[in-house]
T-cell receptor
């Protein structure tokens, strides 16, 4: 099956710093989503981005489907950005199920 | 975005008992819902696909007799953990998507199950 790898696995930032999170996938996909899991476990939808670039406030994402990767940019990080960031892909041969990457655990220090 | 509601958010049960978790799509209909399991500090693993009006499709290695799934209406799927044991303790989370081509998935709040 498809492999989804995220890097880095852990990231510590000082408040105000910028960061880039990466998601690589091993096969063609129909969809790609980025999520932020908060300390209570809730998955917050960040981006639905099968291709192209999107921006939402301090966050932006770019997916290059032909090269099988996606990037999540966080600018001017805040302590509330702490948590785990997951990318999830829907393989071309799937019935709408999402396969999750291993996640990037982010800690933003004040 | 679409709202998916999961209940309960937290449950503690005794070994050998069964626990039912509900997943509802509040403002849309979903013929397909998905159940995931997450162990501490790990990623989400798909357990099964819940299909309205038909049998669920389980991922390899998931015991269908242990994790019973019922999708009786277009807005409700239930996961029942039968004869629970401490190793079933985990975070269970469901998702649903608005019907149509290539739409994003939305997730419930999750259920933290502790079996004592």
């Amino acid at each position: 099956g498809i492999q989804v790898e995220q890097s880095p696995p852990d990231l510590i930032l000082q408040e105000g710093a910028n960061s880039t999170l990466r998601c690589n996938f091993s096969d063609s996909v129909n969809n790609l989503q980025w999520f932020h899991q908060n300390p209570w476990g809730q998955l917050i939808n960040l981006f639905y981005i099968p291709s192209g670039t999107k921006q939402n406030g301090r966050l932006s994402a770019t997916t290059v489907a032909t090269e099988r990767y996606s990037l999540l940019y966080i600018s001017s990080s805040q302590t509330t950005d702490s948590g785990v960031y997951f990318c999830a892909v829907r393989p071309r041969d799937s019935s709408y199920k999402l396969i999750f990457g291993s996640g990037t655990r982010l800690l933003v220090r004040p | 975005g679409a709202v998916v509601s999961q209940h309960p958010s937290r449950v503690i049960c005794k070994s050998g008992t069964s626990v039912k978790i509900e997943c509802r799509s509040l403002d849309f209909q979903a013929t397909t819902m998905f159940w995931y399991r997450q162990f501490p500090k790990q990623s989400l693993m798909l357990m099964a696909t819940s299909n309205e009006g038909s049998k669920a499709t389980y991922e390899q290695g998931v015991e269908k007799d242990k994790f019973l799934i019922n999708h009786a209406s277009l807005t409700l799927s239930t996961l029942t953990v039968t004869s629970a044991h401490p190793e079933d303790s985990s975070f269970y989370i469901c998702s649903a998507r608005v019907e149509g081509q290539n739409t994003e998935a939305f997730f419930g709040q999750g259920t933290r199950l502790t079996v004592v």
